[in-house]
Each structure stands twice: as C-alpha cells, then as structure tokens.
C-alpha cells in the first residue's frame, strides 16, 4: 500500500515561494511531471538486511500455528562475510507453534525490480529437508506472488535461483522474499537451516520458457450464469543455468488472460473467470510474448442449481467448507499427493478462493468445489494446531453432484484419518454404491448424512487429520459442497 508523506513545516515555506515564482510561466508544472520511480537495488540480506523493514522478519499468524520464536541471525555460519540468517524448524507439537514462515517486506514504498530476472540466494541445512521461498507477498494484495515450494536443502552451501515470470511487471514490489517450513520432509524432526547472500540478480542465461494455467491440460468445463471460476494451475518453467528446468507457483497478475466470446464469460487480472451468458468461450492465457500451455473450454447453460441450504444450529457444527457457516481452519482442500493422485480442483485453502462461485438462492455467494480427474483427495486439517476435534459430533454430513452418468460399478468412498501421518494414525471408510449415488434431487444433489460411527476403525475422533473421497477412477468428476460435522 502506499503511503503518503506529510511535507515538514520547514520546507513549506520554500514550496509556497516556488508556486509563487512559477505562477505565470509559460510552460505549466504538469507538462514536466514525470512517473514516480523507485529505486532498484537488489540485495536484500548480505552480512545484514538492507533496505527492509525495522521487524526485518514478519511471521505468517501465530493464531493458525506460525512459530515466531526460531528466526534469527548467526555469526558462526555463513556463505560470504560473517553473518547468515538462520531458521529453526519447530515440530508439530511444538507449544509455540508448528511451522515456521513469513516475509520480508521493502522499508519503503517498494522496489523497481525490472531489471533482475530472478531471486538467488544460498542455503544450507542441517539435513536435507523441505522448505518454500519466494518473492512478491506483501500481507496486502499479494499481486505478483511466485513461490517454490520444494526446496530440497542440501548439508553444504548450495545456490538456489527463483525465476521471475515477466520482471517487467514488477514497478514497485514491497515484497522482497518469502519462506516457509514444516517437518512434513523430516518425518516431525525439527530441523536448522541457512540463508546467505539473497539478493534479486539480472543472470542473463535463463531460457526455455513455458508458461501454464489450468496445469497444462486442455479442459472442457460446464458453467453457469452469475458464477466465478479462478483460473489454477498456474505456474511458470525456465530452464536454468545448470540445466534444470525449474518450475514455480505465479500469481495470475503476471499473466494476460482472454476470453474468446466475452459476451459468455470475461476474465479479470486476478484470473477470476465471470460468467455473463449462455453460450460456449474458450478461455486462454499468454506470459509476456509467450502463449501459456492450457485453456477452458467453457459452456454455460443457464442458472446454477445450488445444493440444499444448510439449516442445522450452528453451535452443533463443525464445518470445514461450507458458506452457511464458519469454517475451522484447514490446510488444503486437495493436497496434491504426486505421483499417484490425479485429481484436480479445490487447488486452495482458502474457501472463498475455490472452483466455483455461483450465486446463492438467498442472496450473496455459494462456493463450489469441483474435483475433475477424481481418483482420490482429501481435505487436510493435519497442520491446525491443535488438531480439529469432532469426538462431540454425530455425523458426518456432505452434499455431492456427480456430473457425469453414473455406472453399476461406480462407488464412492468417504475416509476418515486422524493425526498428523506423523506417528499413529486410525482411519475408517464408509462406501456409497452407484445405486445410492443416483438418489438425488431435482438438482442432482445427494446429501449423505453419516453416523461418525459407520466409520469402522476410527478411532480418535478428537484428532481428525483429514477427510478423503475416493473413487478409483470410477467416477472423474463431481461437485461438493457444505462439508461439516454436526451432533443430532
């Protein structure tokens, strides 16, 4: 955001005699105004933080489990000079929280980064774990976000680089680096690691690029009149200069996106897909003078048949995604489990930010989740500290479309896991045939409400870890909505 300077009492009356002098001239003021500019260095930690904010590290919510307590300095190690920065890894039970990440933030009124065409850093760790970093959130609009988000450390300093999708886009970037980390690659071991020598850096060598939306693939997706579709899948690969072609996470802003029948849908900077109008568009992409591989082929056919309003108490449920009520905090609503899960949809954790907005029947907004691909997928609540407990709950209630024609063998099956995968864990299934399937409303809506005892073999209710739904293939792709428990 920027931020407006106050003139100090001392120079006003020097501003007041230049308008004096200058009123009358021939020329006006305005005809020599020129655009504001921003300064552009690119270092960022060397020995000390440069340019950034007084904090230098702002954590991610300690409220959702952000531990603030394991960033620091460390004069013992380091890459170049004497100082790095170093970064304890908590573990999952760790009372001051589980995970640790955050941001920094450029002191002033942010960076012309147009010049660079990629973030570098070194890192080493104490063993070989996971982290992410990044550039471009700022806590604020978050505009030309890229993240990498599977760092493999190494136990020797190593050079890391994080290439930037359109450098051109980048006029004044407050956000100068990102970094999170958990022991999901550590098996919950706390871990150490070290950062040295970042700074944004003009490589020059940096080629091959390709630019994604919706993954790559081409899909053919239904739609409707008044809803919303994000545009996922959203990334960016360049090949670097030892060769590896590298691939990271990019905010849509750094795309030009196009609609080839606008009276259908339009699509805005976000990569919000609005739709307007029957008929049928094709929603493509490019990322500077690239075309990005991937589009929707978009059809819509009218007003959107929304699954049945809940009506239960609130003070009786627990909903994990649902628009008629809070949801508890949750990690993913897919987890993307390479290499063996196909699933797409519900790329996010946030349920305003999901597949599907469509207009509510009593006004306002209903959120979708569309999984395509489907052969399974979870809702993860395994990160929450502490974990989500339902050992007061009755049932488990969903309501699903499945929008392609249900054969005999189709099925589908709803887990229950508890924990954290880390350490025990009970799960239990319960499985809907393709007879039950087919029991819907007029609007296709099944809606299962499940006795949390049907769940054989789970266990531990007051730790639920994650919900999955499985399908083996049998059925690719359905709607879900309003996921929660509820005691009866």
């Known amino acids: 955001m920027k931020k407006i300077r106050l003139i100090k009492s001392k120079n006003a009356f020097l501003l007041g005699l230049i308008l004096i002098l200058c009123y009358g001239c021939e020329r006006d003021i305005s005809d020599e105004a020129v655009p504001a500019t921003f300064p552009t260095i690119g270092d960022i ?26 960033f620091g300095t460390d004069n013992a190690e380091a890459y170049e000079g004497s100082t790095s920065i170093r970064i304890d890894v908590p573990a999952p039970n760790d009372p001051d929280g589980g995970f640790i990440g955050g941001i920094f933030e450029d002191a002033g009124e942010g960076r012309n980064l147009t010049q660079y065409d990629a973030l570098t850093f070194w890192a080493k760790g104490s063993t070989t774990g996971i982290v992410e970093a990044g550039f471009g959130t700022d806590f604020v609009e978050d505009k030309y976000a890229v993240s990498f988000p599977n760092i493999q450390l190494s136990t020797d300093w190593k050079k890391y680089i994080i290439p930037i999708p359109d450098p051109s886009k980048l006029v004044q970037e407050k956000g100068m680096f990102l970094f999170a980390a958990g022991t999901q690659s550590t098996n919950g071991f706390g871990f150490t690691f070290w950062i040295d020598e970042l700074r944004f850096e003009n490589l020059g060598t940096l080629g091959q690029e390709v630019p994604r939306i919706f993954n790559g693939a081409n899909l053919v997706q239904e739609a409707f009149i008044g809803s919303t579709i994000q545009i996922n899948g959203i990334s960016y690969t360049a090949n670097l200069p030892s060769g590896i072609n590298q691939t990271i996470n990019a905010a849509p802003s750094y795309f030009e996106f196009s609609s080839s029948n606008e009276s259908v849908a339009t699509v805005s900077e976000l990569g919000v897909i609005s739709v307007s109008g029957v008929g049928t568009t094709t929603i493509t992409a490019t990322l500077g003078n690239n075309v990005a591989l991937g589009e929707l082929e978009l059809t819509s056919v009218g007003p959107f048949p929304s699954a049945p309003v809940p009506t239960r108490d609130a003070a009786n449920v627990i909903s994990l995604f649902s628009d008629a009520y809070t949801n508890v905090p949750v990690r993913h609503y897919n987890g993307f489990f390479e290499p063996f899960q196909t699933t797409e949809g519900g790329a996010g954790a946030d349920p305003n930010n999901v597949d599907l907005q469509v207009p509510a029947p009593g006004g306002g907004v209903d959120n979708i989740i569309n999984y395509t691909s489907l052969n399974f997928v ?58 039950a399937l087919g029991n819907t409303d007029e609007n296709g809506w099944l809606s299962l409400d499940i006795p949390i005892s049907s769940f054989s073999g789970f266990s531990d209710p007051a730790n639920l870890g994650q919900v999955f739904f499985v399908t083996d293939a049998t059925i690719s792709d359905i709607w879900v909505d309003n996921v929660y428990f509820y005691n009866e």
């Open 378 to 435: 979870s809702i993860g609540t395994y990160d929450t500290v502490p974990l989500v407990d339902i050992s007061a709950m009755s049932h488990l209630h969903v309501d699903i479309n499945v929008r392609e024609t249900i054969d005999g063998g189709d099925f589908l099956r709803i887990s229950l896991e508890s924990g954290t995968g880390v350490g025990p864990t009970t799960s239990g299934n319960f499985i809907i045939n393709s007879a």
């Open 45 to 70: 930690f060397t020995d000390t933080p440069i340019g950034l904010t007084e904090e230098f590290f702002n954590s991610f919510d300690p409220a959702a489990g952000a531990n603030v307590n394991g």
